[in-house]
């Protein structure tokens, strides 16, 4: 974490003196935003709305308010969703102030001691693997295990406090995978190659979900995709970035920049392409983050992007057959496998993507897609919002179970691996709990030879 914060006073000299505040002017305080609002929608005050909150950033500028710990904390609750730039009928780029604000509320009289050790922890750990590979290791004994579910059966987990529950609750089952090695070289193109591009493994997922690496890299060399794997990738810097850790951010930036640099230095990539959105909403902003250094100089894709501009190959689509339903019948037009896809918010509302992923879930035989009734709003996980604000992060989480399980769906889709752990958790506490996949694992599934491993339903 940057131990060279700005000072409130920094902000209020800074905001008055630059075009920042003129993004809020076109504000008219219409309401449209509340609804969308997650924070908002859990705590119910003005304050804690993005309405509430441009009203206090134009008083800070004009010297009205002073931006306290209390102000400050009202700033903390925001997500960072996006959900009322959508909304905005008035064109206000909340997006750009919320994230000039944030590098100002690093400093260190704006939250209390343990809030500033818990966002060094969790920022000193997570945007780097082999570090938190380390630290998962003990727990290898303790995760998904019976031992586990009487922790938390027991209560034992809450004498922690409220942060380090929800951390535990968001420890899945630590696979062998999770702890290999990482891939790396270049995995070659089924048949005649179609496109080149570098695979950004993300540094939570690799860990916590690797099975959605594999059938990422699955799906693009079955569609004659050649995938680059830089050695020694590390993070993106989306967790860091979402905290206002702007120094922290750029060197990651740049380690990754260099890392694909060196991989591909003699054959260029046609892009750089993601399977988690929050990640993909990071590396979109580089330009603007690493202004006048060294970039990808490369369109930056989720993958559910690039696959549905590059188009299915002929012999992919050829391979799809119908997934198995939860009673492992296969699906049919009678009785098709019913999915609810989340929208994440880094997808839908950051990167502007909500078509590309339903085409590719089409394109499996017998699929219906349902849709939740609140799709556009977020699920609490919000980088690393639900380790820090984990009670507001809870409701949210449980609204979105709810929304979710409530469709009728088999299955709960997602595309952004903190949705997943969070909406995960959630699901387990439903009334009817229903498993979380990725539409990379679903394409992968339904492409592979049924009754093997990848073609069996998901757990």
């Known amino acids: 974490m940057s131990r060279s914060a700005p000072s409130p006073s920094d902000f209020v000299a800074d905001r008055a003196s630059q075009p920042l505040i003129a993004v809020a002017d076109p504000c008219v305080h219409c309401g449209f935003c509340l609804p969308t609002c997650a924070s908002y929608r859990v705590l119910g005050t003005e304050m804690d709305s993005p309405r509430g909150r441009i009203h206090a950033l134009k008083a800070i500028a004009a010297g009205e308010l002073e931006l306290d710990a209390t102000v400050a904390s009202h700033f903390d609750t925001c997500l960072g969703c996006f959900a009322c730039v959508t909304a905005c009928p008035s064109g206000v780029r909340y997006d750009q102030l919320i994230e000039a604000t944030r590098p100002q509320l690093n400093a260190p009289e704006l939250r209390s001691p343990w809030q500033r050790q818990l966002r060094r922890l969790l920022l000193a750990l997570l945007p780097y693997p082999q570090r ?24 034992l987990t809450r004498l922690f406090g409220a942060e ?45 979900d690797p099975a959605v690496n594999a059938a990422t890299l699955q799906v693009l ?24 850790e702007l120094d922290q951010t750029r060197r990651l930036a740049r380690d990754l920049v260099q890392a694909f640099t060196a991989a591909t230095a003699d054959h260029p990539l046609d892009a750089i392409v993601v399977a988690a959105s929050g990640c993909g909403h990071t590396l979109k902003q580089y330009p603007e983050l690493l202004q006048g250094e060294q970039n990808f100089g490369i369109p930056v894709k989720d993958v559910q992007e690039f696959l549905a501009e590059l188009g299915l190959s002929e012999a992919f689509r050829a391979r799809l057959h119908p ?52 799709a556009g709003v977020c699920c609490g996980s919000a980088g690393i919002y639900n380790l820090v604000q984990p009670a507001e992060a809870a409701e949210l989480g449980r609204i979105k179970a709810a929304d979710l399980s409530g469709t009728g769906a088999d299955l709960a889709v997602s595309a952004n691996i903190g949705c997943s752990l969070q909406i995960r958790e959630h699901l387990a506490s439903t009334p009817r709990p229903i498993p979380v996949a990725h539409p990379m694992e679903l394409l992968a ?15």
């Open 323 to 374: 997934l198995p339903l939860p009673d492992g019948q296969a699906a049919s037009s009678a009785r098709p496998l019913r999915l609810a896809y989340h929208d994440a918010c880094h997808m839908i509302h950051g990167q502007g993507l909500r078509d590309q992923p339903r085409q590719l879930l089409r394109a499996i035989p017998h699929v219906e897609l349902l849709e939740a009734v609140e």
């Open 221 to 244: 060399t079955a569609n004659g995709v050649e995938v680059v794997l830089p050695k020694g990738q590390g993070c993106c810097g989306a967790v860091t970035h979402h905290q206002g």
């Open 445 to 459: 599934r339904a492409a592979a030879t049924p009754g093997t491993a990848e073609g069996r339903a998901p757990a």
């Open 132 to 155: 938190l590979r380390a630290l998962l290791a003990p727990l290898r004994a303790y995760a998904g295990t019976p031992l586990q579910e009487l922790a938390r059966r027991t209560g």
């Open 164 to 208: 380090l529950e929800a951390m535990e609750r968001l420890l899945p089952a630590l696979t062998a995978e999770t702890f290999a090695a990482d891939p790396e070289g270049v995995v070659p193109a089924q048949g005649p190659r179609r496109a080149r591009v570098g695979l950004v493994l993300g540094c939570v997922q690799r860990l916590f």
